[in-house]
């Protein structure tokens, strides 16, 4: 009993008040995107139940067996990708599940935390200043980052190659490295453009002119800025958003949920979101620096950065600042696998500030 109280008292109590509150902002959101659906807000509470029973098993292990599983998760992963490409489920003309007869995932979701864990490990032993080891993490990266995209899932691969990049950044790849990678990109640009199916194209073209086609490609995201730019300063109030209520918002309840919110709750409610989420990241990231760990600093820095991805991603597509990719909004949008990853990392942060005096 002791043992269980001291393990309570170990938890970041303030982290977990922060994504309660995410959570709750959540409740209200998509109660009011589902058309007052209490089914579908009952079945997100059972989702985030279990996400907190995730949190608990993940917090009570040591960062070490975490580093020990590594390795082995990352293959896993691999192996799973590689079976999703060859006899994955195909939804929508897209090859990302894997049926196991009682229910379907995405594999993809694992290398979300897979792909972070194996560089930190990596670079916990290995210098990151030799060229080396840099493309060795960097092939890392590429494998399941190629497999994703191939399925296609240009959302979901953005965000394993941005853990990917924060873990090379926090185990200091020297800066050149970086400005390579993105001038080689910035000039491969006409080529890559080639190899983009139909759809990602016109998402980018969409971005560029919405009104191009306004009832085609261009429809969710003219409502979507149409949701947010009548929400004015307060908002016309919960419950009362008629873009939502009159479904002109596609996807209202998951990728879209924040055009609802911003409608609802006005750019008052949309600065009191995004400061609930900074000070996720920012907690995130002081319980890693003030590891001593290398493995564990690198890994739960590079997944609270990695969390500032799936917002800005989020919200810039949303709001027409950024293609829609499909990322839905951490802890807000309705949704099972990606709601379970996010926990997860969650429960990584906790682990490593629950053992902190032990790495200190």
């Keep these: 009993m002791m043992q269980v109280r001291g393990f309570f008292r170990s938890l970041d109590i303030g982290l977990i008040l922060l994504v309660v509150m995410l959570m709750m902002v959540s409740m209200l959101a998509l109660y009011s995107a589902s058309g007052q659906d209490t089914a579908m807000v009952l079945r997100q509470l059972m989702r985030y139940g ?46 990302r599940w894997l049926d196991l007869g ?18 930190a490990r990596y670079y916990s032993q290995e210098s990151a200043r030799n060229t080396k080891s840099v493309l060795i993490g960097l092939l890392l990266m590429g494998l399941p980052f190629v497999l994703v995209l191939k399925q296609p899932d240009l959302g979901t691969a953005s965000l394993i190659a941005a853990a990917g990049f924060f873990v090379l950044w926090l185990a200091g790849v020297p800066f050149v490295w970086f400005a390579g990678l993105g001038t080689l990109l910035l000039a491969s640009a006409p080529v890559l453009w080639h190899f983009l199916h139909e759809y990602q194209r016109q998402r980018i073209l969409t971005l560029l002119d919405p009104q191009a086609d306004p009832l085609g490609s261009g429809y969710h995201i003219i409502q979507s800025m149409i949701a947010i730019g009548s929400g004015g300063v ?12 009159l479904d002109f918002i596609p996807e209202s309840h998951t990728d879209f949920i924040f055009a609802v919110f911003a409608e609802e709750f006005g750019l008052a409610g949309e600065i009191v979101l995004l400061s609930l989420y900074l000070l996720v990241i920012g907690r995130g990231l002081i319980i890693a620096f003030e590891n001593k760990d290398p493995f ?52 990584i942060l906790m682990s490593v500030h629950a053992h902190r005096r032990i790495n200190a």
């Design 296 to 347: 564990a600093r690198i890994l739960s820095g590079a997944l609270s950065l990695t969390l500032f991805v799936y917002v800005f991603a989020n919200m810039g597509m949303v709001s027409g600042i950024l293609p829609v990719v499909g990322v839905p909004l951490p802890f807000i949008s309705y949704g099972g696998t990606s709601m379970i990853t996010l926990m997860a990392t969650f429960g």
């Design 234 to 245: 307060m908002g016309k109030g919960w419950l009362q958003g008629t873009q939502a209520r």
């Design 50 to 95: 279990l996400g907190f029973a995730v949190v608990l098993l993940i917090a009570r292990m040591p960062p070490r067996i975490l580093y020990a599983w590594a390795p082995y998760l990352y293959f896993l992963g691999l192996v799973l990708l590689i079976l999703v490409a060859v006899a994955g489920e195909i939804r929508l003309g897209a090859r």
């Design 102 to 119: 009682f229910m379907s995932f995405q594999p993809s979701e694992i290398m979300k935390l897979a792909l972070p864990m194996f560089l």
